[in-house]
């Protein structure tokens, strides 16, 4: 079928996303991640084009009366052939337009700061659980063997504090005969050093370095967040919120609520001129959105955890004509790759022209606060406690024998 002589196209603007301006003498100019498909379209389409620009960033939902509004609107009521921008390609919309083949694939995720690890004991998560419990294991094992060794001539609790304190560097103060075992102690001498060496140098490193933090990794760690203060944004126009409070999942439901309840939307112009996230928000959006514009900042964790994924294609007013040349283009774009250089490019541009907001504050190093180290007081001080009930108990045990025995003395 013949193509028409003039192509009218429907185009939501975002800043950085997809804008488009006219010159004077009526040329286009297109900038931004998913204007360069557009641009690339109509430049092999090889023929005459408009662009008719929607007023508000709705791509496409259906209000109270069951109008659509956005760009499926005007590309249903016949004002625009095609409409082109992040539309992705939902059950609802293709009931009054048709939709081009997938040239790309949106995957809804979020993105948050790295919360830094608190609490009093932060120099017990130097090393995870399972080292500990190595580490003591190893130490009981060790403490068993050498009281084998030395076949009862020291007590095993005063073998076993030798051992725990070889590890922290001190002598090993046995009886001579355990020195007769010198290939052994020669093995334990080094695991005991590189234990207490591991420890010492990460130490070194956490009082040094910036303290170490942890990732919000899925969903339900988001609706956790939310409940202890944090909040989450998400566009307003979009899929995110209805498919969250329709979820059966209650924790999904819990952070769709959340969002609509509060009004907790995306503010796209402030973030696209240099706004930076808060530590305490939560950023849902499309992956290549993300990594867009947070991609370059090593505070930020963009999660891996998906939402839904969401195909992404041009929509067509049902008496389009020329939905299979359209198509053809489309494949030809996609088997190209383009997909990855484009988000590069306009990340790498985004990053510099805003490199002032996006880069990374350097804070003053403080010393050591008393939080720091209260955890080590607090062991200190149950370990003091614990010495002075045994010492009363011995003292009392001591003092009740004296005296049992003067009593039988008397009797005598």
């Known amino acids: 079928m013949k193509r028409p002589n003039n192509l009218t196209v429907a185009v939501t603007r975002y800043p950085r996303v997809l804008e488009v301006t006219q010159s004077g003498d009526g040329q286009y100019e297109f900038r931004g991640m998913y204007a360069k498909y557009l641009e690339i379209l109509l430049s092999v389409w090889k ?3 408009q662009i008719n620009f929607c007023e508000n960033e709705d791509l496409g939902t259906k209000d109270k009366n069951g109008t659509w509004t956005g760009q499926i609107g005007m590309v249903s009521r016949g004002e625009a052939d095609i409409g082109m921008s992040l539309i992705g390609i939902l059950e609802q919309r293709t009931k009054v337009v048709d939709f081009s083949v997938a040239y790309s694939m949106e995957a809804i995720a979020f993105a948050s700061y790295k919360m830094p690890l608190e609490g009093m004991f932060q120099f017990l998560q130097l090393f995870d659980l399972a080292t500990w419990i190595s580490i003591f294991i190893t130490l009981i094992l060790m403490s068993l063997v050498l ?3 030395l076949k009862r001539k020291e007590t095993f609790s005063y073998i076993f504090f030798n051992t725990y304190s070889n590890v922290l560097g001190k002598s090993l103060l046995l009886h001579k005969d355990v020195f007769k075992w010198k290939p052994f102690l020669g093995l334990w001498f080094l695991c ?4 207490s060496s591991s420890y010492s140098a990460v130490l ?8 170490p933090s942890k990732t919000l990794h899925t969903l339900n760690d988001v609706a956790d967040a939310i409940r202890k203060g944090l909040r989450a944004f998400s566009g307003k126009h979009t899929f995110i919120v209805p498919f969250l409070i329709n979820s059966k999942d209650e924790d999904l439901k819990f952070i769709g609520s959340s969002i609509a309840q509060n009004e907790w939307y995306h503010d796209w112009k402030a973030t696209f001129a240099g706004k930076m996230i808060q530590p305490n928000d939560i950023y849902f959006s499309s992956r290549n959105m993300l990594r867009l514009l947070f991609g370059n900042i090593k505070s930020i964790h963009i999660s891996e955890n998906v939402l839904f994924v969401v195909p992404i294609g041009v929509a067509m007013n049902k008496n389009f004509c020329c939905a299979s040349y359209l198509n053809d283009i489309l494949l030809r774009m996609a088997a190209a790759g383009l997909e990855g250089n ?3 490019f306009e990340s790498y541009k985004f990053w510099v022209q805003n490199f002032d907001n996006l880069i990374e504050k350097k804070e003053n190093l403080l010393a050591l606060s008393m939080h720091d180290l209260v955890g080590a007081f607090i062991i200190f001080l149950v370990g003091i406690t614990i010495s002075l009930l045994v010492l009363l108990g ?8 004296q005296l049992r025995y003067k009593q039988k003395i008397s009797h005598l």
């Not at 070194?204 to 303290?211: C, D, H």
């Not at 011995?394 to 024998?401: D, I, L």
């Open 394 to 401: 011995e003292v009392f045990y001591e003092y009740t024998h």
């Open 47 to 49: 023929g005459g084009y």
């Open 342 to 344: 484009i988000l590069s």
């Open 147 to 149: 009281f084998l060794i």
């Open 204 to 211: 070194l490193s956490f009082l040094t370095l910036s303290p």
């Open 192 to 195: 005991a050093f590189v234990m």
